[in-house]
């Protein structure tokens, strides 16, 4: 139930991650929705479809996307919350996450808040701590949704600001902070998973430049590509080099009036999402979400940019 962004694996599936813990006996905007099961799982899904089995030991929380070190088969887990940790999934058999293996929370050296207050270009040692209980929905004695969450930030886990993109690439993972940094217009983290190093390569100074970075991917090429998910007009995608530098690469200009059965209005409000690139690199496949629409986009595109 709404899954979310998750990400692709090496060994060639894709993981589908819920945003909600939502489940029997729980309300929905003051509705009684009558879950037959519970929520916040992650799901893998093969080329052939999937089997309906949530992977528990992999955490209910509010999931947003996953990335995938093919070095090592660690999965590394972004929580969509205002008050939001990075996780990373410790498999006990490298690809078959069903086998079950170990959740973790990152800890920043000296930073037990990260939501604001760093430069770009600041450094952190990073370890991590275990989480015991990772099918716990919410925090004991309340109705939050912070049952993993505050079990790392009681072993001294970082907090970032809503945590949702996030792609393997260059050797690293890149995260989207959407509402981070002293402005809260977003923050983008890079980091290191071989020396245990997150560096902070860009954050927003001004909605005009990006407001809000949502969902991210990589290109062969190593450029980035960030999806805008602000309350802007006209939304945007962003184009970025690996050290932090940033340029214009779309907008959402979309405004409908019945050229498509069905379809009215002004959507250019909405949000860019599921940004990924053909296998051999050449094509950008990225949606609108409303009122659902995908674009193929092609080159040429730039060695090192995107």
Not at 64 to 87: F, I, L
Not at 154 to 160: L, P, S, V
Not at 180 to 187: A, F, T, V
């Amino acid at each position: 139930m709404r899954n979310c962004a998750g990400g692709p694996t090496p060994w060639g599936t894709w993981l589908s991650c819920e945003e909600t813990i939502l489940g029997p006996g729980d309300r929905d905007d003051g509705k009684d929705r009558r879950y037959e099961q519970t929520h916040g799982w992650i799901f893998e899904v093969g080329v052939d479809g999937a089997r309906p089995v949530p992977l528990k030991a992999m955490g209910r929380f509010v999931h947003e996307a996953v990335a995938v070190d093919p070095a090592t088969g660690y999965v590394y887990e972004t929580e969509d919350r205002p008050t939001a940790g990075c996780y990373r999934f410790v498999p006990n058999e490298r690809g078959k996450l069903s086998s079950g293996g170990k959740l973790q929370m990152l800890k920043a050296a000296g930073a037990p808040d990260l939501r604001r207050g760093s430069r770009v270009g600041q450094v952190y040692d990073v370890s991590w701590v275990d989480i015991e209980e990772p099918e716990r929905a919410r925090t004991p004695g309340t109705e939050d949704r912070l049952g993993v969450f505050s079990q790392g930030k009681a072993r001294g886990a970082t907090t970032f600001a809503r945590l949702e993109g996030c792609w393997f690439g260059n050797g690293l993972i890149y995260l989207n902070s959407t509402s981070g940094g002293e402005k809260q217009l977003g923050q983008v983290w890079q980091y290191d998973p071989h020396n245990e190093r997150l560096r902070l390569i860009f954050e927003s100074p001004s909605s005009d430049v990006l407001y809000s970075p949502d969902n991210i991917t990589v290109s062969p090429r190593g450029g980035l590509v960030l999806c805008e998910d602000g309350d802007g007009v006209s939304q945007r995608l962003h184009g970025m080099t690996p050290d932090g530098r940033i340029f214009p690469l779309a907008a959402n200009n979309i405004v409908l009036n019945g050229e498509r059965p069905g379809l009215h209005g002004d959507y250019r409000d909405e949000e860019w999402c599921g940004a990924t690139f053909s296998p051999d690199g050449r094509w950008l496949f990225v949606n609108i979400q409303t009122p659902g629409i995908t674009f193929a986009i092609t080159g040429p595109w730039g060695e090192g940019l995107v």
